[in-house]
């Protein structure tokens, strides 16, 4: 049974930082794609970040490229999402999502293809 367990989301002043972490048990790690989604209220969900567990590979959307860092803690089966320098864009609902297998990098972006998903964690941005 996969379960993805989100957590870390809060309440942060527009430039700071917060760190989700995804823990995942059920999926072996060394064949498999995590990423992160997020949906603020009224918007659709949006793909920003994923890591091809085998090879560390990683792909970012370009509205949090060169804030957001997604990294894999293969022993601790964990995912982070390392979020520096937050904008009330930011703030969204955030979910960790699997896929078993390899991914295309020019899909990392569409639900559809995970097949395993978290609860979501709130991240609040405050002007």
């Known amino acids: 049974d996969v379960q993805l367990q989100a957590s870390g989301g809060g309440l942060v002043q527009a430039g700071g930082s917060l760190r989700l972490s995804c823990a995942v048990s059920g999926l072996t790690f060394g064949n498999s794609a995590i990423a992160w989604f997020r949906q603020a209220p009224g918007k659709e969900r949006e793909g920003i970040a994923c890591i091809v567990s085998d090879n560390d590979d990683t792909v970012y959307s370009d509205s949090v490229k060169g804030r957001f860092t997604i990294a894999s803690d293969n022993a601790k089966n964990t995912v982070y999402l390392q979020m520096n320098s937050l904008k009330s864009d930011d703030a969204a609902v955030y979910y960790c999502?699997?896929?078993?297998?390899?991914?295309?990098?020019?899909?990392?972006?569409?639900?559809?293809?995970?097949?395993?998903w978290g609860q979501g964690t709130q991240v609040t941005v405050s002007s």
């Open positions: 999502a699997a896929k078993r297998g390899g991914l295309s990098g020019g899909t990392y972006h569409l639900d559809d293809q995970y097949d395993y």
